[in-house]
């Protein structure tokens, strides 16, 4: 079973600052999520990636698979940006199942 | 698209009456998730649907939980009798898995809270 790591547990922020989140896992993968929850409590996936880097807006994921680490990072932070993250792994091809990490707690203060 | 739907969205319930919760995926996707997210856990898999075929149900906690999938676009959860330790929020995703794709982005739903008194 992989084992996903996530740090930090809870990060708060001022806005306009550089964040980054990250997530470790124990065993290879083919793909990994990121997907945010709002304080609402929906959940929206923001990227799936197997290997190198994906940008949509503000956010960036990168993915180093030697080293069975991602990372997601919010530039220019906004409060808006305040939800949980949850790093969710993969397993080999034609795996279906997810293995979620337990989530990063972003608030960002105005 | 309305996306994935689920109802209710909260459920207050005694301990030992049945509860049932609804999704509808989105249309054209072929592959339906029912997870259940506490603070201790986290999210958890409890049902894995293919073409409306239970493919995984390893993670359904005991015999009161139960999921169906009638048709391509309706799923239930039931859990009978329940109990305060059931209390989580159940959410239902749905993809498309196309044969040949590594990997396929799932759709959650809203999610249902329930609470077990």
């Known amino acids: 079973k992989n084992e996903v790591e996530q740090s930090p547990q809870n990060l708060t922020a001022q806005e306009g600052e550089f964040i980054t989140i990250n997530c470790s896992y124990s065993?290879?993968?083919?793909?990994l999520h990121w997907l945010q929850q709002h304080p609402g409590g929906g959940i929206v996936s923001l990227f799936m990636l197997s290997s190198g880097k994906k940008k949509h807006g503000r956010l960036i994921a990168t993915i180093n698979i030697q080293e069975k680490h991602s990372s997601l990072h919010i530039t220019a932070s906004h409060p808006r940006d305040s939800a949980v993250y949850i790093c969710a792994v993969r397993g080999g091809a034609g795996s279906y199942q997810l293995t979620f990490g337990k989530g990063t707690k972003l608030s960002v203060i105005p | 698209d309305a996306g994935v739907i689920q109802s209710p969205r909260h459920e207050v319930t005694e301990m030992g009456q049945e509860v049932t919760l609804r999704c509808k995926p989105i249309?054209?996707?072929?592959?339906l998730f029912w997870y259940r997210q506490t603070m201790m856990r986290g999210l958890e898999l409890l049902i894995y649907?293919?073409?409306?075929?239970?493919?995984?149900d390893s993670g359904m906690p005991e015999d009161r939980f139960s999921a169906k999938m009638p048709n391509a676009s309706f799923s239930t959860l039931k859990i009978q009798p329940s109990e305060p330790r059931d209390s989580a929020v159940y959410f239902c995703?749905?993809?498309?898995?196309?044969?040949?794709?590594?990997?396929?982005?799932?759709?959650f739903g809203p999610g249902t809270r329930l609470t077990v008194l």
């Open positions: 249309s054209g996707h072929n592959s």
């Open positions: 065993v290879g993968i083919s793909a």
């Open positions: 995703a749905s993809s498309l898995r196309a044969s040949g794709r590594a990997a396929d982005t799932q759709y």
């Open positions: 649907f293919n073409n409306n075929v239970p493919i995984d």
